[in-house]
């Protein structure tokens, strides 16, 4: 009697996801040069969303001006309060991201929208699993780091500068052309240490946390995985908004047009670099109940 070959075990269910399990986005790989065509876009929907767009330029570079009049003789105070502003610009631009998404579908694009943006998406009834105050956490969360930076880099400048550092004219004297060998350089490096994982937290956070249903942990956890995936494109991604920042902040006035065009463009940053359509969307500001 021939025997008969043993039947192999079953094999092994493959996991899934378990209930609460953290769910992320699929992130996709992008070209080099595409965060070119980010800031092309960006400035098609800065003229599109027309003043409401440019008021968000014009606030800041007035407010600025106000802070250069009020502080230009206490460098510390000055620094902090434009790298605080630098910090948090991607929870501020939150009204440009809806701008833009509303753009993209075909909705209105009105002072409406920009009201219901700032005070009823984050009140929705999906707001405990999705995110409830999402953007205040996320924005404290921004804010301390950048409290970290100023005071990290008075107390470098403090204990290795040969003189007291009271003005704009004084860091330029002091920091930038020391005598002090390489001070401005560690300076520098200093900043793009504390600077890179500020920016891989936030690159899409904010736009996630606008568009979809998820937490804070969520999303800076696929910012991250973003700029893992796209480390070139991003590089030169951040190197784009440094530039421009700073190009915006020696004239103020350059902010006026600057801050939409970015806060537009990362809007299609996020767009281009992540696939969410797998989570649940959050409910647009006209629907929150």
């Known amino acids: 009697m021939a025997s008969s070959k043993p039947t192999p075990p079953p094999l092994a269910p493959l996991p899934t996801a378990t209930p609460g399990t953290l769910a992320l986005p699929v992130i996709r790989s992008i070209v080099l040069t595409q965060p070119l065509s980010w800031l092309a876009r960006g400035a098609q929907d800065m003229l599109r969303g027309g003043w409401l767009s440019v ?12 802070l250069v009049f009020v502080l230009h003789d206490r460098f510390w105070l000055l620094a902090g309060a434009f790298s605080g502003f630098l910090v948090v610009a991607p929870v501020l631009a939150t009204s440009l991201y809806a701008i833009s998404r509303a753009i993209e579908r075909g909705e209105p694009v009105d002072w409406q ?111 991250w995985q ?46 281009d670099l992540v696939d969410a359509s797998a989570l649940p969307e959050r409910q647009p500001p006209e629907e929150v109940r």
């Open 55 to 66: 008021l968000h330029g014009l606030l800041p570079a007035v407010f600025g001006a106000f």
């Open 113 to 223: 929208l920009i009201v219901k943006t700032w005070t009823r998406w984050q009140y929705s009834r999906f707001a405990v699993k999705g995110g409830y105050w999402g953007m205040v956490r996320f924005g404290l969360l921004l804010a301390l780091a950048g409290t970290g930076w100023v005071l990290t880099s008075a107390a470098l400048i403090t204990l290795m500068a040969g003189q007291p550092v009271n003005t704009p004219m004084d860091f330029v004297r002091h920091v930038v052309l020391a005598p002090t060998p390489y001070l401005f350089e560690l300076w520098l490096t200093l900043g793009g240490l504390m600077a890179a994982p500020i920016f891989a937290s936030s690159v899409i956070a904010m736009p996630l946390l606008l568009d979809r249903r998820v937490d804070v942990l969520q999303a800076v956890l696929a910012s």
């Open 226 to 271: 973003t700029v893992l995936t796209n480390p070139l494109p991003l590089a030169l991604w951040a190197a784009l908004i440094m530039a421009l920042t700073l190009l915006g902040l020696a004239t103020l006035l350059g902010l006026i047009v600057v801050l939409p065009v970015l806060g537009h463009a990362s809007w299609h940053a996020y767009r």
